[in-house]
C-alpha cells in the first residue's frame, strides 16, 4: 500500500427534506490508500451509502473535498465502478450483455481515450464469459434480468463492476442479497480477485464477519443525524485469509468483539437517545 488514494476532508452532506435540512454525514476525514479494502459499517441510515455516492461522484458534498489519485472527484469515471444494493442491470439486456457493455467501454475500440488497450471482440467475449463462470452464472448467460432470481441479478452486478477491472471498486451492501453460502463464494473470490488486480475498495456492510474477513481498516461511523467517522480498527490479520482457520483465531475473535462492542455497545446509547 502507498499513498493517499482516496481523500476526504472535511466533507459534510445535508440534504433538503420537507421539514427542513437534514444533516447525514459532518466532518467526515478519511484517507484511504491503494490497494487498500476499507469498509464502512454503522447502523442503518447512518450515512454509509451517502458517503459511498459521494466517493463515486454521484454527489456533490455540502462542504468538504474528495480527491482519488490527487483529483478532485467531480462526476463517475471509469476508474470507480460502483456496485450497488439493487444491482441496477439494464433490463431488455442479456447477462451476457449486461457485462460486455461495461468490459467494451473499458477495453473496446469504443474508448481508446482511457489507454486500457482495444481488444478485439473475441477477447472482450472470453474478459466477459470468465467473469460469468467467476460468479457462477454460465449458465444464466443468455438470459435477461426479468428470467433470475434477485441474488443472481446480484452477482451480474458484481461481475460487470469486477470485469472493468477497476482501480477503486465501490460496494454498497454487494452480498446483502445473497445466501450465505453463495455469499462466502463470493467473498473469497472477491479477496481473490482484490489481491490480483490490487484494486482500492470501499465497501459498505452490515455483516461484522464480512467486515473483519475483508478489510485493512474498518471505519466505524456514529449514528446519524449528523453522523462523523467514531473509529477506525485496522484488521492485520494476516493474507491469504482462510474463513475455516479464522474462525478459531483469537485475534480475529478481538477484531470481531471490537466491531461490534462500538455497534452495540458505544452506538446503540446514542441511538436510544436519539
Ligand atoms: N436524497 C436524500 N434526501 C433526504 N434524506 C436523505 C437522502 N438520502 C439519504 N437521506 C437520509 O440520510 C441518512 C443516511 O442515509 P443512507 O442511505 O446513507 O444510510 P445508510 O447508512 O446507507 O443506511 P442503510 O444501512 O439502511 O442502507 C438517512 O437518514 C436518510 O434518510
Known amino acids: 500500500m502507498n499513498g493517499n488514494y482516496i481523500e476526504i476532508s472535511g466533507v459534510a452532506q445535508t440534504f433538503k427534506t420537507r421539514k427542513g435540512l437534514f444533516c447525514a454525514l459532518q466532518n467526515i476525514n478519511l484517507a484511504v490508500s491503494k490497494g487498500e479494502f476499507v469498509t464502512l459499517i454503522g447502523h442503518s441510515g447512518c450515512g454509509k451509502s451517502t458517503l459511498l455516492n459521494l466517493i ?30 439493487n444491482h441496477s442491470l439494464l433490463p ?3 447477462c451476457f450483455e449486461n457485462v460486455y457493455l461495461g468490459v467494451e467501454r473499458v477495453f473496446g475500440a469504443a474508448n481508446r481515450s482511457t489507454g486500457a488497450g482495444s481488444e478485439s471482440k473475441a477477447q472482450l467475449t472470453a474478459r466477459t464469459d470468465a467473469v460469468l463462470a467467476m460468479v457462477g452464472l454460465s449458465a444464466a448467460a ?14 451480474v452486478g458484481i461481475a460487470r463492476a469486477l470485469a472493468m477491472e477497476p482501480k477503486v471498486l465501490l ?27 490490487h484494486s482500492t475498495v470501499v465497501m459498505v456492510t452490515h455483516d461484522v464477519d464480512e467486515a473483519v474477513l475483508l478489510s485493512d481498516r474498518i471505519v466505524m461511523l456514529t449514528n446519524g443525524p ?6 477506525v480498527l485496522r484488521v492485520d ?4 485469509r482462510q474463513r475455516v482457520e479464522l474462525a478459531e483465531s483469537t485475534h480475529y475473535l478481538h477484531f470481531r468483539k471490537a466491531v461490534i462492542d462500538f455497534l452495540y455497545t458505544r452506538q446503540a446509547h446514542v441511538e436510544k437517545a436519539a
Not at 173 to 182: I, S
Not at 226 to 231: K, L, R
Request: proline share 8%.
Open 142 to 155: 443468455q438470459k435477461r434480468p426479468g428470467e433470475i432470481s434477485g441474488g443472481m441479478k446480484q452477482r
Open 237 to 240: 490479520l494476516p493474507r491469504p
Open 92 to 94: 431488455w439486456l442479456t
Open 226 to 231: 449528523a453522523a462523523t467517522v467514531g473509529e
Open 56 to 85: 463515486a461522484g454521484l454527489t456533490v458534498p455540502t462542504q468538504g473535498h474528495l480527491l482519488c489519485a490527487n483529483r478532485e472527484i467531480a462526476g463517475p469515471g471509469p476508474e470507480r465502478a460502483v456496485v450497488f444494493q
Open 171 to 197: 460496494m454498497d451492501e454487494p452480498f446483502g442479497a445473497l445466501d450465505a453460502l453463495t455469499r462466502a463464494k463470493l467473498q473469497d473470490e472477491l479477496l481473490e480477485i482484490v489481491a490480483r488486480t
